[in-house]
């Protein structure tokens, strides 16, 4: 019993890093407002090494669409500003020698439902990975009721606790998503 108990465990806990992993991505695309999780996904091109925007620089909001980027080592400004600007964050930084300022535009109606069709592939992919983590964990169960290890009913029964596992983990995504989305229509 404790062999099924590992396996819903395992396939739980998988499926909560497919969660956070869908609430990083819709952080990460921009809304009408700067928000410091925009640059979480951003790399670097430091000293010819991939770095993480945030191990070179930290990100403030001094306002509603302006964020400052002061980086640890003045000589990585034009990478970053490079950086940035190379990102799908469509967005265009300038330096004063000190920081890089980051001034986002206003959405057009047309980037709006660009952001929204992004989120959703976002959240489906999301969907798609927790599938794939109860494909894994059914697998496992059958091979342990065909081994004999388990009951028919016992597999039955760790199946439909499965379904509804994976039933929650999809709808934390929709809700993600729905609550992505109405940030993105907000003006």
Known sequence: ???IATIMKDGGSKMDKCVEVAKDDFASI???R???ALFNKIMVDYYGAMT???Q???VQVPEARMALISPFDKGAMASIEKAIRESDLGVNPGNDGVVVRVS???LTEE????????AKTKGEDAKVAIRNVRRSVKEALEKLEKDGAISKDDLARSEKDLEKITGDHSSKIDELLKHKEAELLEV
């Open 34 to 36: 700067a928000n410091p």
């Open 56 to 58: 070179l620089a930290t």
């Open 104 to 106: 986002f535009p206003q």
């Open 52 to 54: 993480p925007l945030s």
């Open 111 to 118: 980037r709006r439902k660009e952001y929204i069709k992004m």
């Open 30 to 32: 921009r809304t009408g």
């Open 1 to 3: 019993m404790s062999d």
